[in-house]
Antibody, heavy 121, light 107 residues
Framework: QVQLVQSGAEVKKPGASVRVSCKASGYSFTNYYVHWVRQAPGQGLEWMGIINPSAGTTRYAQKFQGRLSMTSDTSTRTVYMELSSLRSEDTAVYFC???????????????WGQGTTVTVS | DIQMTQSPSSLSASVGDRVTITCRASQSMSIYLNWYQQKPGKAPKLLIYAASSLQSGVPSRFSGSGSGTDFTLTISSLQPEDFATYYCQQSYTTPRTFGQGTKVEIK
């Protein structure tokens, strides 16, 4: 079935970097953009950015510019999100999510990873 | 950035009630509006896309309407499994933005 499986929980110290993976299965990996969304404890959803897994092109939210990087590996059907210069406010659950129609009317997040908890302490 | 404002922030309702959640965008965005349901400790689940299209596998008691700046999610008859937090989200432009969420609790 169509699914995104993320890597496990991470505990990092302030100033460190974290890399979270998101492995796709059950669909054509290069045909769908992937977003990253995070959720701080008890808070709402925050969009971080998007990657085209085929071309490797990215767009990031302004607040993360300079410390966020998204990459893709088509051979392993995996996208990666790396956030550097971590601070306590980056403690959150990080989700990857597939977009079925980026740029079109049906653009949305139709398949989600299970989430990866990143704790900065 | 497009600001998304949901109301109410929370509501209490009984099983069988009709529930309506509204979402207002800070600028017109046609029908580029999606709705999600999230339960504690779980990833969000897509319910409605393009303002009114029901995602495959989602019960028909969920419906969406609206265009431009004003949108509505309706649950026609609330079921026990519907107690959750609901988010609207715009896909008109980047950065994608979400409403602050509406928590639906048991009355």
């Amino acid at each position: 079935q169509v699914q995104l499986v993320q890597s496990g929980a991470e505990v990092k110290k302030p100033g460190a970097s974290v890399r979270v993976s998101c492995k796709a299965s059950g669909y054509s990996f290069t045909n769908y953009y992937v977003h990253w969304v995070r959720q701080a404890p008890g808070q709402g959803l925050e969009w971080m950015g998007i990657i085209n897994p085929s071309a490797g092109t990215t767009r990031y939210a302004q607040k993360f510019q300079g410390r966020l990087s998204m990459t893709s590996d088509t051979s392993t059907r995996t996208v990666y999100m790396e956030l550097s210069s971590l601070r306590s406010e980056d403690t959150a659950v990080y989700f990857c999510a597939r977009d079925p129609d980026y740029g079109g009317y049906e653009a949305s997040f139709d398949v989600w990873g299970q989430g990866t908890t990143v704790t900065v302490s | 950035d497009i600001q998304m404002t949901q109301s109410p922030s929370s509501l209490s309702a009984s099983v069988g009630d009709r529930v309506t959640i509204t979402c207002r965008a800070s600028q017109s965005m046609s029908i580029y509006l999606n709705w999600y349901q999230q339960k504690p400790g779980k990833a969000p689940k897509l319910l409605i896309y393009a303002a009114s299209s029901l995602q495959s596998g989602v019960p028909s008691r969920f419906s969406g309407s609206g265009s431009g700046t004003d949108f509505t999610l309706t649950i026609s008859s609330l079921q026990p499994e519907d107690f959750a937090t609901y988010y609207c989200q715009q896909s008109y432009t980047t950065p994608r933005t979400f409403g602050q969420g509406t928590k639906v609790e048991i009355k």
